[in-house]
Structure formats: C-alpha cells, structure tokens
T-cell receptor, first 111, second 114 residues
Framework: GENVEQHPSTLSVQEGDSAVIKCTYSDSASNYFPWYKQELGKGPQLIID?????GEKKDQRIAVTLNKTAKHFSLHITETQPEDSAVYFCAPPVGYNKLIFGAGTRLAVHP | DAGITQSPRHKVTETGTPVTLRCHQT?????MYWYRQDPGHGLRLIHYSYGVKDTDKGEVSDGYSVSRSKTEDFLLTLESATSSQTSVYFCAIRDWGQNTYEQYFGPGTRLTVT
C-alpha cells in the first residue's frame, strides 16, 4: 500500500525564521498533494495543496513545492509567527476515495 | 467546522462496553470518514462511507463497525471497547466531484476506555 513519510517530526524556530517540512510518498500515480494544519484541540484543516502539473504554489507566507521524480513535496512557511505553531500533516490520496496522512510535524515558533 | 458536529465530545467508558460515536453534517456531502488520532501515528482511517448504506474499511477497521442510514449521519460503533481504542476520533466529510479531495473535519471526540 501507499507509504507516506514526513520529516522532521518536530521543528522549533524563532519568530521570523523560515520552516520547511518534507513529505515522501510511494504511489507514483498520486496527482494531488495537500498539507493540513491542526491547531490544539481542533480537527485538521487544509491550508494549501498542489496538483501534479504544477511544480510550486504560493499563498502569502506558505508555499508547497513538488518533485514528482523524487516523489516528495514540501511545505515552506516564511516569516513564521507564533500563530503558525501547530501540527502539520501531508496527506496524499490513495485512489479517489482516501487520503493517507503522514505522522505529523509539530512546529513551535518562539517569540 | 464546515457544518460538522460530533457527539459526544468526551466519553469515559469501561472495557467490554459498547460505545457509539455520532457524526452529523449539514452540508449534504456524499463522503464521510472516521479517523483515529494517536501520538506518533497521525490520523488513521477506520471506515468511510461514499453514500447512504455504502461503506468500506480503512487501515485500522478491526473492532469497529459503522452505519449510515441517512446522508447527514455516520455512526461509529465499538462493539466491545478495549483500552487500545482509547484515542481521539475525528469525523470528516468530503464533497463529490472530479478531482475534489479536500476533507473537512469535525472537532473530535476524546474516548477513554478504562
């Protein structure tokens, strides 16, 4: 089945620094690559996604890059702020019906 | 939370008792999912539904059953709860359409089995 690995598992940065989280997947047929953010006590929420026909997508301070050859995609957060502190998950789909979530990255942004 | 409610939000139960968790949506979305979240494992899919009375297993379905008798409700049942089923359970919904993958999550149910 699909194997998804996410690194690092924890990440600590100073406010204003950049953060990068990487997700490696095994299904070469994957064509959709999302990132979810989970704040404490809440369910995950989609923050950005990318399709396989695009190499990079930006939305203000967050961006996702895709390397289909190497089968990995990354979440980039620039100018981090304390409210970026959360757990982030990659979740590439398996077939049409299901997402497979990575184990998560706990990001802590220190003022 | 995109019109999704989960009940109860917290429950403590004893080993061997049956437990039913409810997910209710007001979005009329076709797909509904049940996940469990445990430290170090992210979210793991238990069961999902792609329509009324249409369900399928996920990666950790043993010990769980589901039912969907109407579009808005998806029930997760633990027939005989065990301590290994202590977890936070999330329901999610998803609309149907070509290339529509985004899932919307409920607030979660924290279940403790003693």
């Amino acid at each position: 089945g699909e194997n998804v690995e996410q690194h690092p598992s924890t990440l600590s940065v100073q406010e204003g620094d950049s953060a990068v989280i990487k997700c490696t997947y095994s299904d070469s047929a994957s064509n959709y690559f999302p990132w979810y953010k989970q704040e404490l006590g809440k369910g995950p929420q989609l923050i950005i996604d990318i399709r396989s026909n695009v190499g990079e997508k930006k939305d203000q301070r967050i961006a996702v890059t895709l390397n289909k050859t190497a089968k990995h995609f990354s979440l980039h957060i620039t100018e981090t702020q304390p409210e970026d502190s959360a757990v982030y998950f990659c979740a590439p789909p398996v077939g049409y019906n299901k997402l497979i979530f990575g184990a998560g990255t706990r990001l802590a942004v220190h003022p | 939370d995109a019109g999704i409610t989960q009940s109860p939000r917290h429950k403590v139960t004893e080993t061997g008792t049956p437990v039913t968790l409810r997910c209710h949506q007001t979005e009329n979305h076709r797909y509904m999912y049940w996940y469990r979240q445990d430290p170090g494992h992210g979210l793991r899919l238990i069961h999902y539904s792609y329509g009324v009375k249409d369900t399928d297993k996920g990666e950790v379905s043993d010990g769980y059953s589901v039912s969907r008798s109407k579009t808005e409700d998806f029930l997760l049942t633990l027939e005989s709860a065990t301590s290994s089923q202590t977890s936070v359970y999330f329901c999610a919904i998803r609309d149907w359409g070509q290339n529509t993958y985004e899932q919307y999550f409920g607030p979660g149910t924290r279940l403790t089995v003693t």
